[in-house]
């Protein structure tokens, strides 16, 4: 029973990592129909400039936050110069530019931090408060600041002008022109928020997974498979979907699988949900009338 | 008596095809100017090109200010308030935040609650309705809500695009009733397409014939009533 307990305190925890991964996901997928491959990298580049400003000797919280704002913004001008041009270029070439987004950002990490794994600290303290090794402070404070972090997204999205003219930019971008929403600005705010949140995941994941630069590779697969199993065009259903999928692959990994089939799970989850409820769980169906 | 709107040689095209054929027209400055003709005349590509939503060529003025080149959402912001074809509707949404959408353009939000209150004493019924998705409201609604959120942005120039379209006789009389009173009360001037030509010359002062991408000819709504011919070579009435 305590071991069960365990290793759903353990899925919740890679569960909110996999949540914000798929958030980031959806975040630009409702908007433009596309899938964000580059989303791990992203978020692992987000995650060596916090270390590098660890090092530098900043503060954990500050550099978290400065983290923050760095991928917010590179997110936003990766949306203005590289993709802002390619707005009415077949799909295929937005794929391969996210692929070579993804592959880029991976080159550079490698090059400028080198492939060796390093160790990334967590803000949290070592130890587990129940004392016989239930759950970590590290896992308690993911899910806590993930959880912080949605809160404030749904804040945002749900009380604020801009929050909603981005809901509306995503949902129909024709209408919300006329009503005088600079869609592309609203798209490029949605790249910014993304690799925000990916960089959240990003530093929250690496003191387990450790630092390197194909640390997310796996990682983004769950998420995805968190979207899906969510629906990919619902924000609220992505979130809970990561989660189901961190729970879902630790408790399967443990009790039927083993360890090593893990990710071949998260890519059964992907084909099956494509296959049998392409929607997704919580896919949102528009009431539409004409 | 001013123009609020002065178009010279608007052409519009639709990738390689042209659409629309070098027209000329005016809207006075408070007036309603209806644009009319048959199914594919170029009504719709006329409104979606003084907003900039297709490619075009020609010069559109607007109270003096050219708004040939400038982006959809900027022409938005000067005043011109598009209601598209289709009605627009952002389904997922509520109707509140369909209408609350326009905080997010207007920098002056104590007169933004003011058109709020406004949209309410000529739509009561959408306030009623606020919390609901507006995917589902009837036909008629969400043409009250296109109207609405139109009124939202406190144009000087709205551009109508079918009304009436497939909405049920009584509603359409009380829409023009409406449309009718914003004209004279909140002096927005109006361009207005319409299948419904007699309602619309009812409405209008001024009126364009269009077929085939071209003007074919235009006056005083009267001109058009009392000639025969015209209306049932052009109007089909
Ligand atoms: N998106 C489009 N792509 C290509 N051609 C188009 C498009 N929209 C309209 N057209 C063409 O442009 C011409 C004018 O169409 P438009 O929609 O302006 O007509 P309309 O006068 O509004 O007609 P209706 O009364 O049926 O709405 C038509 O020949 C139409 O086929
Ligand atoms: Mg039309």
């Not at chain 2, 959120?149 to 829409?175: K, N, T, W, Y």
Request: net charge positive; charged share 15%; with cysteine.
């Amino acid at each position: 029973m305590e071991f069960l307990l365990q290793q759903i305190a353990s899925g919740l925890t890679s569960g909110a990592i996999y949540a914000c991964v798929a958030l980031g996901l959806v975040m630009i997928y409702v908007s433009t129909d596309h899938i964000n491959f580059a989303q791990g990298e992203m978020a692992m580049f987000a995650t060596y400039i916090a270390w590098a400003l660890i090092q530098a000797g900043i503060p954990y919280w500050i550099a978290f936050g400065l983290t923050i704002l760095i991928a917010f913004t590179g997110g936003l001008l990766i949306q203005r110069f590289i993709l802002k041009p390619l707005e009415h270029a077949p799909v295929l070439a937005l794929v391969v530019c996210f692929i070579a987004l993804l592959s880029i950002f991976n080159a550079i990490a490698g090059m400028l931090w080198s492939y060796t794994v390093k160790q990334f600290p967590s803000p949290f303290p070592i130890g587990d408060p129940t004392g016989h090794g239930l759950i970590s402070y590290h896992q308690i404070g993911v899910v806590a600041v993930t959880a912080i972090m949605l809160g404030v997204l749904t804040i945002f999205f749900r009380f604020t002008t801009l929050g909603l003219a981005m809901r509306a930019a995503a949902q129909n971008p024709a209408s919300a022109r006329l009503m005088g929403v600079r869609v592309s600005w609203m798209l490029a705010l949605g790249w910014g928020l993304a690799a925000a949140i990916g960089s959240v995941a990003g530093m929250m994941v690496a003191p387990i997974v450790f630092l390197d630069p194909n640390m997310m590779t796996g990682i983004l697969i769950y998420g995805f498979a968190g979207a899906l199993v969510g629906g990919i065009g619902n924000p609220g259903g992505a979130v809970v979907g990561g989660f189901v999928v961190g729970v879902l692959e630790n408790l399967v990994g443990t009790y039927l699988i083993g360890n090593e089939l893990k990710l071949t799970f998260a890519l059964i989850i992907v084909v099956g949900v494509l296959i049998l409820k392409p929607a997704g769980l919580f896919g949102r169906v528009n009431v539409k009338r004409v | 008596m001013t123009n609020i709107l002065e178009v010279k040689g608007l052409s519009a095209y639709y990738g390689p095809i042209r659409a629309l054929f070098d027209i000329d027209f005016t809207i006075a400055t408070g007036g309603v100017t209806a644009l009319l003709g048959a199914n594919g005349a170029g009504k719709t590509t006329t409104l979606r090109a003084l907003c900039n939503m297709i490619r075009r060529t020609g010069t559109s003025v607007m109270a003096g200010q050219d708004i040939s080149r400038k982006a959809t959402e900027d022409i938005v912001r000067m005043g011109v308030a598009h209601v598209p074809e289709g009605r627009g509707t952002f389904a997922g949404l509520t109707v509140e935040e369909n209408l609350r959408l326009a905080f997010h353009t207007r920098r002056d939000h104590a007169a933004a609650r003011r058109d709020l209150e406004l949209v309410f004493d000529y739509f009561p019924r959408l306030k009623e309705r606020l919390k609901q998705q507006a995917g589902t409201l009837s036909g008629g609604e969400q043409q009250m809500l296109a109207i609405s959120r139109a009124l939202m942005l406190a144009p000087r120039l709205m551009l109508l695009d079918e009304p009436s379209f497939g909405l049920a006789p009584l509603v359409v009389q009380e829409i023009f009733r409406i449309l009718r009173r914003i004209n004279e009360h909140e002096k927005v001037s109006m361009l207005i397409v319409e299948q419904n030509a007699a309602l619309a010359l009812e409405l209008a002062d001024h009126v364009y014939l269009l077929e085939t991408g071209r003007v074919v000819t235009s006056g005083p709504s009267s001109m058009v009533q009392n000639d025969e011919t015209l209306r049932k070579a052009y109007l089909g009435y």
